[in-house]
């Protein structure tokens, strides 16, 4: 897929307020300080689509994009360890979980993690709602630049043997790096089969 144009379209305090579900959506997410806006912005191809922070928590609203004039890429809040109130953090969490669930046009989450970290409980906690709730998504591990290949690798099949606990089959997951455009191709890939998906009714 080639992105020949991105448009800011609206932000919304929660899924009642985003745009007219005219379109197939994807959304990205993930914990606060997890490169989302770089990966954005990598994924889009453009500089400042998604705006980039060394905060954590940057993102409070959800942010719609179109791309292509045929998708949408909606940019959610972090949740985590973003230092604000504990009662923000729940706020934001609701957000989301309200906007994966009623959001009609939603085809796939792509909830990124940190490939730098160990399994998180949060991180674990919100995989598991969103398999309860038998949601789409897939992995998208962040900042492989940071790490040689074999510690990407390891911590990929550290991340995957604790989600066997849990998963069978095991979800989708992606490696990326926004500095390198790793990953790039894969989840362009992703959204391209499921914009066919839509387009064949």
């Given at each position: 897929m080639i992105i020949k144009s991105a448009a800011f379209v609206k932000s919304?305090?929660?899924w009642r307020g985003c745009p007219e579900a005219s379109y197939p959506e994807y959304a990205f997410f993930g914990r606060s300080n997890v490169g989302?806006?770089?990966?954005?912005?990598?994924?889009?191809?453009?500089?400042?689509?998604?705006?980039?922070?060394?905060?954590?928590?940057?993102?409070?609203?959800?942010?719609?994009?179109?791309i292509n004039d045929a998708w949408y890429l909606a940019d959610l809040p972090g949740y985590g360890f973003a230092k604000v109130p504990v009662a923000v953090k729940k706020?934001?969490?609701?957000?989301?979980?309200?906007?994966?669930?009623?959001?009609?046009?939603?085809?796939?989450?792509?909830?990124?993690?940190?490939?730098?970290?160990?399994?998180?409980?949060n991180d674990l906690d919100f995989l598991g709602w969103i398999?309860?709730?038998q949601l789409p998504f897939c992995l998208v591990f962040t900042k492989a630049d940071k790490l040689s290949v074999a510690r990407v690798n390891a911590s990929i099949e550290k991340y995957m043997k604790v989600l066997s606990d849990?998963?069978?089959?095991?979800?989708?997951?992606?490696?990326?790096?926004?500095?390198?455009?790793?990953?790039?191709?894969?989840i362009l890939r992703i959204i391209s089969s499921c914009n066919e998906q839509y387009r064949q009714g």
């Open positions: 919304a305090t929660n989302k806006s770089s990966l954005l912005n990598m994924l889009t191809s453009t500089r400042n689509l998604a705006k980039t922070s060394s905060t954590p928590g940057k993102t409070r609203l959800i942010n719609h994009f179109l706020k934001w969490e609701q957000i989301i979980k309200d906007y994966l669930i009623n959001r009609e046009n939603l085809f796939c989450s792509f909830i990124l993690i940190d490939i730098r970290h160990e399994p998180l409980k398999g309860l709730n849990e998963w069978e089959p095991l979800p989708q997951a992606i490696v990326s790096s926004s500095k390198t455009g790793l990953g790039r191709d894969e």
